[in-house]
């Protein structure tokens, strides 16, 4: 997978800001022109946060759209459709900080269950564990946020699936793997 550049990574977020605020003011997002890359099918994630607390997370993990795209739609629905939180408002616009996470493609572990702990790094590495008709994801920076061990991590994305702590070790549970590329807005 090719990088984005930091001056892609900063159009990324610049787009993510503008679908967030079409979005909350109910108006249809057009998209600037672009460089070649957000033509790219791509995994994406777009946090938002106000006063470093998230506010509001979604994305699309595997590459069903071309980037561009997957930032709008991620972004809109960050602000409007994450089910832990209500609508973010237009008063709240300028507190809120933007980050865009452009993933990898997320990789099946090609291991034995009982030796994904060793397969695992955190700070690098962003996790999918999928089975028993449920799925949940974590984002690479998320273990880092919060100080777990490897061990923790697969256990708190195993929680985000709904599934058991120590899910991640039965062979009908698979486990992915995907590396980020980070870009963050800072509120002023």
């Known amino acids: 997978m090719e990088m984005l550049t930091p001056e892609e990574g900063r159009t990324a977020v610049r ?25 790219e099918k791509r995994g994406v994630f777009v946090t938002i946060k106000r006063q470093g607390h998230l506010r509001g997370c979604i994305g699309l993990p595997y590459p069903v759209k071309p980037l ?23 008063s709240e616009l300028d507190a809120l900080e933007l980050e865009v996470t452009v ?25 999918i564990v999928s089975g028993l008709g449920r799925g949940g994801l974590l984002l690479p920076q998320v273990p880092t ?27 009908d549970v698979a486990v992915q793997t995907f590396e980020g590329q980070i870009f963050e807005e800072k509120a002023v």
Request: net charge negative; proline share 10%; charged share 25%.
């Open 68 to 90: 561009g795209d997957a930032i709008v739609e991620a972004a809109a629905s960050a602000a409007l459709e994450d089910p832990r939180f209500p609508p973010v408002s237009r």
């Open 103 to 127: 993933l990898t493609l997320p990789l099946t572990l090609d291991c034995p269950p009982e030796e994904r702990l060793d397969h695992v790094e955190v700070g690098k590495h962003g996790l």
């Open 145 to 171: 946020e919060y100080g777990w061990s490897s061990r923790e991590f697969l256990d708190q994305t195993c929680a985000k699936a709904g599934l058991p702590p120590g899910c991640w070790k039965r062979g």
């Open 15 to 39: 787009l993510a800001r503008s679908a967030v605020e079409n979005a909350v003011d109910g108006k249809r997002m057009v998209q600037p022109d672009l460089p070649e890359i957000f033509g």
